[in-house]
């Protein structure tokens, strides 16, 4: 599996084999998430600036892990 900077890449939904561990996962929020952190690399790449969006990115991961709504 490839991770991005730590996390599961582009194929972390059908890989996703964390349902004992995280029994509430939601996984229909990974590709939000992938599509976030990704827009936030290519930004930071091509401008060395930052997007506002950790909170979003850390609230979306709450969601698929923890089923935090």
Do not use: C
Not at 31 to 47: D, G, I, M, N, V
């Amino acid at each position: 599996m490839t991770t991005v900077n730590g996390f599961p890449g582009p194929t972390w939904e059908k890989s996703f084999d964390g349902r004992a561990k995280y029994p509430n996962a939601d996984t229909s929020f990974i590709p939000y998430f992938e599509e976030l952190l990704s827009l936030a690399e290519s930004y930071h790449l091509q401008t060395g600036r930052h997007l506002n969006v950790y909170g979003d990115i850390g609230e979306l991961f709450g969601a698929i892990i923890f089923g935090i709504s």
